[in-house]
């Protein structure tokens, strides 16, 4: 197909994008560069008006992001630039400890992009790095095909499966070394990562590799102390994604376990801030703030405060999400 835009020398900008003393600047830049021969070749901006791009899917438990949302996170630039470095260097990892074996990734929810194919295959031989990709999305699954045939990518390619991830039985399990499903929002908000792990990870070996590792929800308590005005910060994990899915039966329960955040009656407590950490790999985290799928969320508090406690719990049905309630004072 003629497009406007060349062809960008992907090996290279993803080659620039994991030098260790790239600036921020650089990345957008070139990522940037990256998502315009990704919208000229599936006329996919992820700011399209077409209403089926902007419809989220009902998964078994949880949405999938719609089409366009799905194509925006290619420009959540440390996401992007995190997760890439991430994921490359879990395969470099794999292949020291298994020098012959070709890495198995399973790619659940690609996205009308791709990105961590289109990015990634072109840093490995074929023999070395294979895929199997799922989506639930019709649309994004065939944009992803499309990108992936024109980038000359698709003897990376093992499968594509049209299918939810939160039911999929996967073929031949224990022949995965990388599961990556990057299914995730603020908070752990509405998306489908917590029951798609609960489904997939059984299944799989015990020493797969997971990308995001793991996703936390943490409280942070902000109070002034009474008698000086001198503020403190308590920190708290509420949810710890991979410990909760440990803790599963059989069955997808209604909700995983609620922890309890106990406020200090002896001081003023302002306001709780609750925090999303993800860790992708390794050292690799992402913080507050710093994509949108950490965004902080605040609640401030009545004062004086009327509860002694907070209670959490991650609901999976009938909607994916954190919920909380005060527990008032006896
Ligand atoms: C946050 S986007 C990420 C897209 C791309 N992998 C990236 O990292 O830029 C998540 C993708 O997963 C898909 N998805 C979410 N839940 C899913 C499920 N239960 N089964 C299959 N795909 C799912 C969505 O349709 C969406 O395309």
Do not use: W
């Not at 497009?3 to 620039?16: D, H, M, V, W």
């Not at 990522?31 to 901006?45: A, L, M, P, R, V």
Request: glycine share 4%; hydrophobic share 40%; charged share 20%.
């Amino acid at each position: 197909m003629d497009s406007a835009i060349p062809k960008p020398n992907i090996k290279k900008l993803t080659t620039q994008l994991l030098k260790e003393d790239i600036s921020d600047e650089e990345s957008i830049t070139i990522i940037n560069e990256i998502h315009g021969y990704f919208n000229e070749i599936t006329s996919i901006s992820g700011y399209d008006m077409e209403f089926k791009h902007l419809a989220a899917v009902p998964t078994a438990s949880g949405m999938a992001l719609s089409l366009n949302h799905a194509a925006q996170c290619l420009l959540d630039y440390k996401r992007t630039s995190k997760f890439l470095r991430g994921i490359v260097k879990a395969i470099k990892d794999i292949q020291k400890g298994k020098p012959n074996e070709t890495v198995n990734i399973f790619y659940a929810g690609c996205g009308p992009y791709a990105p961590f194919i289109n990015l990634v295959a072109p840093l490995f031989d074929q023999s070395e790095v294979q895929f199997s990709v799922l989506e639930i999305n019709k649309d994004s699954l065939d944009f992803a095909k499309k990108l992936i045939t024109e980038l000359g990518l698709s003897d990376y390619i093992k499968e594509y499966y049209l299918a939810d991830a939160v039911t999929f039985t996967i073929p031949n399990p224990d022949t995965f070394h990388i599961l990556y499903s990057e299914t995730l929002d603020a908070l752990l908000f509405r998306e489908s990562y917590v029951p798609i792990l609960a489904n997939m990870l059984p299944q799989l070996s015990s020493d797969v590799t997971l990308i995001p590792t793991n996703v936390l929800l943490k409280v942070d308590v902000i109070s002034n102390n009474i008698n000086d005005a001198s503020s403190d910060i308590t920190t708290q994990t509420i949810f710890d994604t991979r410990e909760a899915i440990a803790s599963i039966e059989i069955e997808l329960p209604q909700e995983l376990p609620s922890k309890e955040v106990i406020f200090d009656a002896t001081k003023n407590n302002e306001s709780i801030i609750i925090d999303t950490e993800v860790h992708i790999y390794e050292h690799l985290r992402l913080t507050r703030g710093e994509s949108s799928l950490t965004i902080p969320y605040e609640i401030a508090l009545e004062n004086p405060l009327p509860y002694q406690s907070m209670s959490f719990a991650y609901q999976l049905k009938p909607q994916v999400g954190l919920k909380y309630e005060f527990n008032k004072k006896d």
